[in-house]
């Protein structure tokens, strides 16, 4: 009798970039021309999410292209000599006529959109939010990349490198979608795990934003 095969199991440090310069001013922004970096703190949690996972085995790291993505995994790229694939499927949602806008201001502004978004409020439909593009239609971009990923690396260790919402999208579709967009958190420079299996077919979050490494 044929011993069944060991079922390929891959692992996906899934990483929200550290704190940026305009997170300090709480701006939102996706277009790469207003990406000023990392902030200071934001450099130095870089260097702490580095030594957080250098003893992993990592094959490959994507990342997002915007510079904040890649400043926040450049140090552990440069530690263990890792290869870095820029992906333009895994920048930020496009804020299209809010880019540079406070979130004060868009509350203030667009109360409509700002209930359907932001967490504060209750009852709001994540569905229901257009920005450049919509949330389901990032959403879409989003899970199609991470698929994509998991398919091309298979039974691997791999570093996924992106936004707070982007990161949201893929968790939130491993439960049910955007309807729990809201009910959790994704911290600057935090790490969540998933593994993959079946084929990229099977999924498990096996932790969600760990931030302990900044401690």
């Known amino acids: 009798m044929k011993k069944p095969k060991e079922e390929k199991v891959t692992e996906v440090f899934l990483v929200r970039h550290a704190q940026s310069k305009l997170n300090l001013k709480d701006i939102f922004s996706s277009d790469p021309k207003n990406d000023f970096g990392l902030s200071a703190k934001g450099k130095a949690q870089a260097k702490k999410l ?77 569905s229901k939010v257009v920005l450049g593009e919509s949330f389901p239609g990032a959403e879409k971009r989003l899970w199609d990349a991470f698929l994509r990923i998991v398919k091309k690396n298979e039974g691997k260790q791999i570093v996924i490198v992106t936004h707070q919402a982007p990161a949201k999208f893929i968790i939130g579709k491993l439960f ?17 795990l998933i593994t993959c299996w079946n084929q990229g077919k099977s999924f498990k979050l096996q932790y969600l934003n760990d931030m302990s490494h900044l401690r």
């Open 50 to 126: 580095a030594q957080r996972l250098k003893k992993e085995k990592i094959s490959v790291i994507y990342s997002s292209d915007l510079r904040r993505a890649v400043e926040t995994i450049k140090p552990l790229a440069d530690l263990n000599g890792y290869k870095i694939v820029l992906d333009k499927e895994l920048r930020e949602h496009d804020m299209g006529k809010y880019e540079l806008m406070t979130q004060e201001k868009l509350e203030a502004k667009f109360p409509a959109l700002a209930r359907n978004w932001f967490s504060k409020y209750d009852g709001g439909d994540p």
């Open 176 to 192: 049910g979608g955007l309807k729990y967009f809201k009910n959790f958190t994704i911290g600057n420079a935090s790490v969540s």
